[in-house]
């Protein structure tokens, strides 16, 4: 059975940085993705990362704040995310799809995580 866990969520300050991980058991994907869901708003993209892990694409309101990664040996996928402001607030789930390339769109995805909360304090 295939599960993915998300860790790593919690309450911060603005400005302040915050690392998520995801866990996955039950096999291995070829493409890892973030999206977020704040209340009262659809769950939107924030950023991906491809099979061969140089491979990545951001959302335009995390880039050059976030960085996606991918652990093979482990595993897993992280987002570092730094300078975090308020409007970042917001359920983070993670998801997996057995294509290869980067997705940005939630149908690519093939598993999902039951999401951790991120919010950030003005």
């Known amino acids: 059975q295939v599960q993915l866990r998300e860790s790593g969520g919690g309450v911060v300050q603005s400005g302040d940085s915050l690392r998520l991980s995801c866990a996955a058991s039950?096999?291995?994907?070829?493409?890892w993705g973030w999206f977020r869901q704040a209340p009262g708003k659809e769950r939107e993209f924030v950023a991906t990362v491809g099979w061969s892990g140089a491979s990545k694409e951001y959302a335009d309101s995390v880039k050059g704040r976030f960085t996606i990664g991918r652990d093979y040996a482990e595993n897993t996928s992280y987002l570092q995310m730094s300078s975090l402001k308020p409007e970042d607030t917001a359920v983070y789930y993670c998801?997996?799809?057995?294509?290869?390339?980067?997705?940005?769109?939630?149908?690519?995805?093939?598993?999902w995580g039951q999401g951790t909360q991120v919010t950030v304090a003005s």
């Open positions: 039950g096999r291995t994907f070829g493409t």
């Open positions: 998801a997996a799809s057995r294509r290869t390339s980067t997705q940005v769109e939630r149908e690519a995805y093939d598993y």
